[in-house]
């Protein structure tokens, strides 16, 4: 009794997943005993016979194509489940009857795509774990430092003249350090939130690199090198945001001045068609292959102890590589250890 019950429960189920065939195998059916009876001219009894074997016939048609409806969508939800509980390791071993090829397609580009968004927010959360360590790094060595010589003036050390005026310059040092870092912190928020407002427009580009080059001649003069802005064709105007680029610009040409001990730091436009590049090298220590692809990675340094000992936040770097995509361009960086380095962009003529 009970065998049967679940039989007959089945067999409703499987009707009920094929309903949206029965109109469609009624009207075959009575289109069948409509064509039969007129051309084998059957007595009533015979049409009444034959229409209900028809009847019978389509009810066990139908139940069996609910079965098979209802296996396929099994199938398709025991697949989605194994996505969501992240079993599968490869689109291979997602399979599906022949006859749904396409959603079997389409299921397995879903899981590639759910792969890649798993995988971009472990990602994300390592870089996030990664930036707030590194962040709290850099404000905890400034505040340290300022507590430390703070604290030495106020246990006497104040009175001492000797030391009194020195301990205050290293704190304010270390208070301009924090203040940049902050300022840097808010900049890359700023970029990465699309909160940044940026104000285009045509430019004369000798007259603004001549104007950056005096402001930072007197820093490369202190460490004996030449700072050289290359002779640039009268007239040639660029398109972009003279506040950030100079941000750009002021970071690079700082950045050659402090990695070069001897020879040089230029710079440069070239003409290329509907751009100029804008070039920046120097002859100073080079970088490695193996960090050229890391050197535009928040708080990445490439000698983190010389980093250290000539000032920096490690976000520079991070701050241009954005400010030129905002432009629609991109750092390019050509370096060999021991020869110096060259930074370049574009920017529309």
């Known amino acids: 009794m009970v065998i049967a019950l679940k039989s007959l429960t089945k ?17 075959l059916t009575i289109g069948i005993l409509l064509t039969t009876s007129i051309f084998l001219s059957l007595s009533f009894t015979e049409i009444i016979s034959l229409f209900f074997l028809l009847i019978i016939f389509t009810f066990f048609t139908i139940n069996s194509l609910g079965k098979k409806r209802n296996k396929e ?13 992240n079993k599968f390791k490869s689109p291979e071993e997602i399979k599906l009857d022949k006859q749904l090829v396409e959603l079997e397609g389409e299921i397995k580009s879903m899981f590639l795509r759910t792969q890649n968004d798993i995988a971009n927010l472990k990602k994300l959360e390592r870089v996030r774990t990664e930036f ?63 909160q940044m407002n940026m104000s285009f427009r045509y430019f004369d580009i000798a007259e603004y690199l001549e104007q950056i080059c005096n402001d930072l001649k007197p820093i490369a003069e202190e460490k004996n090198l030449e700072l050289i802005l ?6 040639l105007q660029l398109f972009g945001d003279k506040v950030r680029l100079k941000q750009v610009l002021v970071n690079l040409i700082q950045n050659s001045i402090k990695y070069t001990e001897n020879g040089k730091v230029e ?83």
């Open 267 to 349: 710079v440069l436009v070239e003409e290329i068609k509907k751009f100029g590049r804008i070039i920046v090298k120097d002859t100073g220590f080079g970088i490695s292959d193996s960090d050229l692809d890391r050197i535009f990675e928040r708080f990445y340094r490439v000698d983190k102890d010389r980093s250290r000992a000539v000032g920096g936040t490690g976000l520079g770097l991070a701050i241009v590589k954005h400010i030129i995509e905002a432009h629609g361009s991109r750092m390019e960086v050509k370096s060999k250890v021991g020869s110096g380095s060259e930074f370049s962009f574009l920017l529309k003529k």
């Open 132 to 194: 707030l360590g590194n962040v709290s790094h850099e404000l905890r060595t400034p505040i340290f430092a300022i507590q430390g010589y703070l604290e030495t003036l106020l246990n006497g050390a104040i009175e001492d003249n000797k030391v009194n005026r020195n301990f205050l310059e290293k704190a304010n040092h270390h208070t301009n350090n924090l203040n940049t870092l902050l300022n840097e912190l808010i900049d890359i928020s700023m970029i990465e939130s699309g």
């Open 230 to 235: 290359h002779p640039i064709k009268d007239g």
């Open 73 to 85: 969508l099994s199938d398709i939800k025991t697949i989605i489940n194994a996505i969501r509980k």
């Open 11 to 27: 067999f409703f189920v499987n009707l009920k997943s094929s309903k949206i065939f029965v109109r469609e195998f009624l009207f």
